[in-house]
């Protein structure tokens, strides 16, 4: 079992950033793949950003590349979501994710996933 908890939401100026981190608790963490999803007002849960087992893999969704950059520290059991030139689309609750893997990929739908953190807000006001 993985317990997850983000931290770091908040409300912005749009051209802002933040900087969420997910802290994980209960298993080993270095051979779990991790992501982040973003869910808005009326929208079904997107994928943001994904990470493999080492960090040595990332891949992100359409709307985020070169503004968003996902990174893991396994000394410290973290991720961490970095947000640049956040715009109000990015307005959302932000979610950790996590599942075991031993290949070593990255992992982009919701269902791919087994375990969740509880969501953070995030806020980008024009």
């Known amino acids: 079992q993985v317990q997850l908890v983000e931290s770091g939401g908040g409300l912005v100026q749009a051209g802002g950033s933040l900087r969420l981190s997910c802290a994980a608790s209960g298993r080993t963490f270095s051979p779990i793949a991790m992501g982040w999803f973003r869910q808005g007002p009326g929208k079904d849960r997107a994928f943001v950003a994904g990470i493999s087992r080492n960090g040595g893999r990332t891949y992100y969704g359409e709307s985020v590349k070169g503004r968003f950059t996902i990174s893991r520290d396994n000394a410290k059991n973290t991720v961490y979501l970095q947000m640049n030139s956040l715009q109000p689309e990015d307005t959302a609750v932000y979610y950790c994710?996590?599942?075991?893997?031993?290949?070593?990929?990255?992992?982009?739908?919701?269902?791919?996933?087994?375990?969740w953190g509880q969501g953070t807000q995030v806020t980008v006001s024009s």
């Open positions: 994710a996590a599942r075991r893997d031993d290949s070593g990929r990255v992992f982009i739908g919701p269902s791919e996933y087994e375990y």
